[in-house]
């Protein structure tokens, strides 16, 4: 059974790494460990749903919790399940004439030994589908929960208990044990949270010259143009940002509309969030909660600031007391039509339930906003195809999504990540399992043929290379295996006979 560590000594770092160097997590080990996390997993379903529900109030809509929490999981192992032994297997590439006979190949070599530090929001889903990955790629793995969802925590230290604690360790405490484990020297770190603290991890492992994946966050907005069905569309929206209480890194931070349909749009949302979540005591039953009362405050200060927008549904004071509702965790669904561009709705992440709605009169004039910030983490489009093609050739963003939101997470073959300050590398599927593999490039050359770029300071034999390095690509790869033998022949023996009649005399 794996280990809860109070803490990581480098006793216990050496102890890993050499497993992993010694051959310890084989191919068969890892599908072992694998395929005993998927069956813990399904056997703590119900303490899972439980532990998710005192952490961020989730008990009135399992449904939810269970595609958006777990359901995630499971698929992330049957993926790696399926795919483990083609991406571990040697990737073979070609090689250049001049550097014939030889044979070369990729392969995927773990990297030692991988800290996953997780977060609160998706407690399980963005700790252990890292953990996945990392597995996979045949590291051994140190997995820090966020201190925020403390059972959550607890779950997951006795799920990753039952795996082989020579590679995986579960250790628990709060941003002091977060601060010693990334000074430490482990091979890779993968944290997941907000960009504040992914700088700290950036610049402590760059003492140690540490690779590192951040999964971070952002503003990730939703282009929505007339010409598509606007019913349909907004109910997309609607559901994508009011998920596990808007808590959600990919979520529609916020809304850009074209002028000429922002009525229609407005009034489809509406009607969208009072039909699945409905307003005051309603939403109360439905909605997650905020997972702390500093979270709840802080949504609520944004929507009680001069923002200068107009509350179309919900807001602070729809509940009889501001506090109550914070108490309490809960945040109105809320919807803002134009609040100032320097409010705080619109100059941070919400990470909340509420959705700011920006008019503008032209996708270019949408596109300009959307660049003049930091690049998102993910852009939706709900548009005709001119403006989508418009969208994907002007902007930068870990993902787009084209007619959804939020999708992107659930299918394992899409790399999952951000760029600049919405991320480094990609997790999920192949990518992941190669983020946390060292790609060791390995030549097989042999001895009994002679090699004629050898000779330093030969002028004969640098015409020669540069001859060849100037020959079209297509014309090589048209030869085909016989052209390039005997191709290699004449490059041999032209280098010698040029070599002889251009080499000075003595």
């Given at each position: 059974?794996a280990?809860?560590?109070?803490?990581?000594?480098?006793?216990?770092?050496?102890?890993?790494?050499?497993?992993?160097?010694?051959?310890?997590?084989?191919?068969?080990?890892?599908?072992?460990?694998?395929?005993?996390?998927?069956?813990?997993?399904?056997?703590?379903?119900?303490?899972?749903?439980?532990?998710?529900?005192?952490?961020l109030?989730?008990?009135?809509?399992?449904?939810?919790?269970?595609?958006?929490?777990?359901?995630?999981?499971?698929?992330d192992?049957?993926?790696?399940?399926?795919?483990?032994?083609?991406?571990?297997?040697?990737?073979?590439?070609?090689t250049?004439?001049?550097?014939?006979?030889?044979?070369?190949?990729?392969?995927?070599?773990?990297?030692?030994?991988?800290?996953?530090?997780?977060?609160?929001?998706?407690p399980?889903?963005?700790?252990?589908?890292p953990?996945?990955?990392?597995?996979?790629?045949?590291?051994?793995?140190?997995?820090?929960?966020?201190?925020?969802?403390?059972?959550?925590?607890?779950?997951?230290?006795?799920?990753?208990?039952?795996?082989?604690?020579?590679?995986?360790?579960?250790?628990?405490?709060?941003?002091e044990?977060?601060?010693?484990?990334v000074?430490?020297?482990?091979?890779?770190?993968?944290?997941?949270?907000?960009?504040?603290?992914?700088?700290?991890?950036?610049?402590?492992?760059?003492a140690?010259?540490?690779?590192?994946?951040?999964?971070?966050?952002?503003?990730?907005?939703?282009?929505?143009?007339?010409?598509?069905?606007?019913?349909?569309?907004?109910?997309?929206?609607?559901?994508?940002?009011?998920?596990?209480?808007?808590?959600?890194?990919?979520?529609?931070?916020?809304?850009?509309?074209?002028?000429?349909?922002?009525?229609?749009?407005?009034?489809?949302?509406?009607?969208?969030?009072?039909?699945?979540?409905?307003?005051?005591?309603?939403?109360?039953?439905?909605?997650?909660?905020?997972?702390?009362?500093?979270?709840?405050?802080?949504?609520?200060?944004?929507?009680?600031e001069?923002?200068?927008?107009?509350?179309?549904?919900?807001g602070?004071?729809v509940?009889?007391?501001?506090?109550?509702?914070?108490?309490?965790?809960?945040?109105?669904?809320?919807?803002?039509?134009?609040?100032?561009?320097?409010?705080?709705?619109?100059?941070?992440?919400?990470?909340?339930?509420?959705?700011?709605?920006?008019?503008?009169?032209?996708?270019?004039?949408?596109?300009?906003?959307?660049?003049?910030?930091?690049?998102?983490?993910?852009?939706?489009?709900?548009?005709?195809?001119?403006v989508?093609?418009?969208?994907?050739?002007?902007?930068?963003?870990?993902?787009?999504?084209?007619?959804?939101?939020?999708?992107?997470?659930?299918?394992?073959?899409?790399?999952?990540?951000?760029?600049?300050?919405?991320?480094?590398?990609?997790l999920?599927?192949?990518?992941?399992?190669?983020?946390?593999?060292?790609?060791?490039?390995?030549?097989?050359?042999?001895?009994?043929?002679?090699?004629?770029?050898?000779?330093?300071?030969?002028?004969?034999?640098?015409?020669?290379?540069?001859?060849?390095?100037?020959?079209?690509?297509?014309?090589?790869?048209?030869?085909?295996?016989?052209?390039?033998?005997?191709?290699?022949?004449?490059?041999?023996?032209?280098?010698?006979?040029?070599?002889?009649?251009?080499?000075?005399?003595?």
């Amino acid at each position: 059974m794996a280990m809860a560590d109070a803490k990581i000594t480098p006793e216990v770092l050496k102890e890993m790494r050499g497993f992993v160097m010694r051959g310890g997590t084989s191919i068969e080990f890892r599908i072992e460990q694998l395929e005993l996390l998927r069956n813990i997993l399904r056997e703590e379903k119900d303490a899972i749903l439980a532990a998710l529900d005192k952490d961020l109030g989730l008990g009135a809509d399992e449904a939810q919790a269970l595609v958006w929490q777990l359901c995630p999981l499971l698929l992330d192992v049957n993926d790696a399940l399926d795919g483990i032994r083609d991406w571990s297997a040697p990737k073979k590439v070609a090689t250049p004439l001049a550097l014939q006979p030889a044979s070369c190949y990729v392969e995927a070599q773990p990297k030692g030994v991988v800290l996953v530090i997780g977060a609160w929001n998706y407690p399980l889903n963005v700790t252990i589908n890292p953990f996945i990955s990392a597995l996979a790629a045949g590291n051994a793995v140190i997995v820090k929960p966020s201190e925020l969802a403390p059972e959550s925590a607890l779950i997951m230290q006795k799920i990753l208990g039952r795996l082989d604690p020579r590679a995986v360790r579960v250790v628990l405490g709060g941003p002091e044990v977060s601060r010693e484990l990334v000074a430490s020297p482990f091979d890779h770190i993968a944290y997941t949270g907000s960009g504040r603290v992914g700088k700290l991890v950036f610049e402590a492992a760059a003492a140690n010259m540490i690779p590192v994946t951040l999964e971070l966050g952002g503003k990730s907005p939703v282009l929505m143009c007339g010409g598509i069905n606007i019913a349909e569309a907004c109910k997309r929206v609607i559901t994508g940002k009011f998920v596990n209480c808007g808590q959600t890194c990919i979520a529609p931070d916020y809304l850009l509309v074209e002028r000429s349909v922002k009525d229609e749009v407005v009034a489809q949302l509406k009607a969208a969030v009072q039909e699945m979540l409905g307003e005051g005591t309603a939403a109360a039953k439905r909605m997650p909660r905020m997972i702390n009362a500093q979270a709840a405050n802080r949504i609520l200060t944004a929507l009680r600031e001069a923002h200068g927008g107009k509350v179309e549904h919900g807001g602070p004071e729809v509940l009889p007391s501001t506090e109550v509702q914070s108490a309490d965790r809960f945040v109105q669904p809320t919807i803002v039509v134009d609040p100032s561009k320097d409010s705080l709705l619109m100059q941070e992440e919400i990470f909340g339930p509420v959705l700011p709605i920006l008019t503008v009169a032209s996708c270019d004039e949408a596109v300009s906003y959307i660049n003049s910030k930091p690049k998102p983490l993910a852009v939706y489009v709900f548009a005709p195809q001119a403006v989508v093609d418009h969208v994907m050739a002007s902007t930068s963003s870990g993902s787009v999504v084209v007619g959804d939101v939020m999708v992107q997470r659930g299918n394992p073959s899409l790399p999952f990540g951000g760029i600049g300050g919405s991320g480094i590398g990609r997790l999920q599927g192949v990518s992941g399992f190669e983020e946390f593999s060292n790609k060791r490039s390995v030549m097989h050359r042999p001895l009994m043929v002679p090699s004629a770029l050898r000779l330093p300071g030969d002028a004969a034999l640098a015409k020669v290379a540069w001859m060849y390095a100037n020959v079209h690509p297509r014309t090589l790869k048209n030869v085909g295996r016989g052209g390039k033998l005997l191709a290699l022949l004449v490059f041999v023996l032209a280098c010698r006979k040029l070599g002889r009649f251009l080499r000075p005399s003595l």
